[in-house]
C-alpha cells in the first residue's frame, strides 16, 4: 500500500496563518530548551553537586505547580488562548534565565518552581492550540506536524550545545540557561500575534469542569504521570551518574532522538488519526514496557542510549491522549478538561518522582524500571478499554463549572 493512500496527502494545505505563527512560537520555546536540555543534567550534578536522589526530589517539587493548573487555569479562562500562551511562554523563558544566578540546592529549587509554572501552564494550551487549527480528520496530523517542528527546534538547540560544548569545554553551563532562557522570551512575541478568536466557542467556556463520563482520560493521563519522569530525566540522569556521560556525549543522543522525532512525528499523528487513539495508546505503552524492562536488566551504555530513543519516539503518541478528549468532550469543554487532565497528570509525577528518589539507595536504578514497567503495564489495559461515546444531548450529570 502507498503511503499517500495509508496517511492521506494534502499536508500543505493544512498550513494557514495562525498555524504558521504558531509553529515559529513553539520552535522558538523548543529551540531554547534544546539549547539548555541537554546540559540540564550535567548542570544539576557537575554545577550544583545534586546527587542522584536530589535529583528527583527535584523533579518532583517542580512537578507541584501542575497540580495547581486546573485552579489556575479556571482563573485565566477568559482569557484569549494567545495570551495564555504568552503569558506561559515568559514565565518559562525568566524562570530558566534564573537558573544562572543560583548556587545552591535551595535556589535551584525555587526558580525551578518559577519556571514550572510557565511550562505547566503551557501544556495544556500546545494541544489546544493545535486541536483549534485543525479538522476533525486532521488533528492527530497536525499535532504531529507541530511535534516535528518541536524536534527540528530541539535539533537546531542541541546541536548548537553539541558544538559550543565541545569547542568551548570551559564555558559555564550557566551560561547555556541564559542563552536558552532568552529564546523562549522570544517566542512570546509570535504568541502575541496569534487571532485573538483562536479556540473560542460560541457557548460559554466553563472555568472547572471534571466530568464522570471522562474517568477513562484522568486514569490514562494519572498513569502518564506516574512514568514521565522515569522515561525523560531518569533516562538521562543514568547515563550520567552511572556511566559518566559529559555533555558533548548527551548532547548528540537527544539530538539523533530529536531528528527521529522530527521525521516520524507527523506519520505517527497520522497513525492516531487512521487507526484511532486506542491502538495507538496501547501499542505505544507495550514498546515502554520493554524498553523498561531493557533499561533495568541490560549494562550496556550504548544499547541504552538506544533503549532511550526507542522510549521518546514511542511517547509521541500520547498525542492521542488529546485527540481523544476533543472526541469525548464539546469544543467548549475541551481546554478546562485538558488542563483538569494536567492537575490529575501531576498528583502522580509529583509522588512518584519523590518515591523513586526514596527507594533508589535500597532498589536501584533496576528495580525503579522494573516498578515502572508494571505501571506501564497496567496503562495498556486501560487503554484498550478507550471507546467513542455516541453524540447524545448533554446530560446534568456532575461537574464543577464556574
Not at 504558531?22 to 554545577?47: C, H, K, P, S
Request: proline residues 4%; hydrophobic residues 55%.
Amino acid at each position: 500500500m502507498r503511503i499517500q493512500r495509508l496517511f492521506g496527502n494534502g499536508m500543505a494545505s493544512l498550513w494557514t496563518r495562525d498555524l504558521a505563527l504558531t509553529a515559529t512560537a513553539v520552535f522558538m520555546m523548543r529551540f531554547g530548551e534544546g539549547i539548555l536540555g541537554g546540559a540540564r543534567m550535567n548542570f544539576f550534578v557537575d554545577t550544583i553537586g545534586l546527587t542522584g536522589g536530589q535529583v528527583l526530589w527535584l523533579e518532583g517539587i517542580r512537578e507541584i505547580p501542575g497540580v495547581l493548573l486546573v485552579f489556575i487555569a479556571a482563573l485565566t479562562m477568559h482569557l484569549p488562548l494567545s495570551w495564555r500562551a504568552a503569558a506561559s511562554a515568559a514565565i518559562l523563558g525568566l524562570g530558566f534565565m534564573a537558573h544562572a544566578l543560583v548556587g545552591s540546592y535551595t535556589g535551584l529549587l525555587a526558580v525551578a518552581v518559577i519556571a514550572s509554572f510557565g511550562l505547566h501552564g503551557y501544556q495544556p494550551i500546545h494541544p489546544a492550540l493545535g486541536i483549534s487549527l485543525a479538522t476533525e480528520s486532521t488533528r492527530g496530523r497536525v499535532l504531529g506536524m507541530l511535534t516535528s517542528v518541536s524536534s527540528l527546534a530541539s535539533i537546531v538547540g542541541m546541536g548548537i550545545l553539541a558544538l559550543a560544548s565541545n569547542l568551548m569545554r570551559n564555558l559555564s553551563l550557566r551560561w547555556y540557561y541564559v542563552i536558552g532562557g532568552a529564546m523562549i522570551l522570544v517566542s512570546v512575541y509570535f504568541f502575541l500575534r496569534l487571532s485573538r478568536d483562536l479556540g473560542a466557542t460560541q457557548a460559554k467556556q466553563p472555568r472547572l469542569v471534571f466530568r464522570r463520563r471522562h474517568w477513562l482520560y484522568y486514569v490514562l493521563t494519572f498513569f502518564e504521570g506516574s512514568r514521565k519522569e522515569v522515561l525523560g530525566s531518569f533516562c538521562t540522569l543514568v547515563l550520567v551518574e552511572q556511566f559518566g556521560w559529559k555533555v558533548w556525549q548527551l548532547s548528540p543522543l537527544l539530538a539523533i532522538t530529536a531528528v527521529l522525532s522530527m521525521l516520524l512525528a507527523p506519520a505517527l499523528g497520522m497513525l492516531v488519526d487512521r487507526f484511532g487513539a486506542r491502538w495507538t495508546l496501547a501499542s505505544s505503552y507495550a514498546v515502554l514496557v520493554l524498553a523498561c524492562i531493557g533499561y533495568a536488566v541490560i549494562p550496556n551504555a550504548m544499547i541504552l542510549a538506544g533503549l532511550y530513543a526507542i522510549m521518546r519516539l514511542a511517547q509521541i503518541l500520547n498525542l492521542g491522549l488529546s485527540v481523544y478528549v476533543r472526541q469525548i468532550a464539546p469544543p467548549e469543554e475541551m481546554t478546562p478538561t485538558l488542563s483538569a487532565g494536567v492537575s490529575v497528570n501531576h498528583v502522580s509525577s509529583v509522588a512518584m518522582p519523590l518515591l523513586f528518589g526514596a527507594l533508589t539507595p535500597i532498589i536501584g536504578y533496576s528495580g525503579v524500571y522494573l516498578m515502572s514497567a508494571v505501571i506501564i503495564a497496567i496503562s495498556v489495559v486501560f487503554a484498550l478499554a478507550m471507546r467513542i461515546p455516541t453524540p447524545r444531548e448533554p446530560s446534568p450529570e456532575a461537574a464543577l463549572a464556574g
